[in-house]
């Protein structure tokens, strides 16, 4: 009657030549069935940082913070996945288990204070993909 044939990827039409809907299913008859919106991938990626950066312990924030400012401040431009490499290298700094997403939180929080800002993007070394490049804003103070 209805369905997908496995060898055809078009679908197969009802009797009456017209597409299936819930109430073709007996099962499902006069059931209204809400759409299901489209997942929103940035509010997912936020959702996945916060819980990150909440886990975290309180002196991983504390410090990892620290160490961005101090190596934007010696370093000059650099991307989170070079001062989180950096980090992860030195392993008398108290370390987190996602650091990954929980230094997202922590790059978004000094953005949104006015400590660092984007100036730019370049692809990761490791995995490829586009990121952004940051520099201290008391350092860009300092240049102009």
């Not at 919106?37 to 504390?62: Q, S």
């Not at 108290?94 to 800002?117: C, D, E, N, V």
Request: aromatic share 8%; net charge positive.
């Amino acid at each position: 009657m209805f369905g997908v044939d496995a060898h055809r990827s078009e679908a197969i039409l009802t009797t009456d030549n017209r597409r299936p809907t819930t109430a073709d299913l007996p099962l499902f008859a006069g059931v209204p069935i809400e759409p299901v919106p489209p997942a929103d991938p940035l509010r997912e990626r936020r959702k996945a940082m916060d819980a990150a950066f909440a886990a975290a312990d309180e002196r991983w924030r504390e410090e990892y913070t620290a160490f961005v400012l101090r190596f934007l401040a010696r370093h000059g431009r650099a991307t989170a996945e070079t001062i989180r490499l950096a980090y992860e290298a030195r392993p008398e700094l108290p370390q987190t288990s996602k650091s990954k997403r929980a230094s997202g939180a922590i790059f978004t929080q000094l953005r949104r204070m006015g400590r660092i800002r984007e100036v730019g993007r370049e692809l990761s070394r490791k995995y490829g993909n586009g990121l952004a490049v940051y520099e201290s804003c008391e350092v860009a103070k300092l240049r102009s």
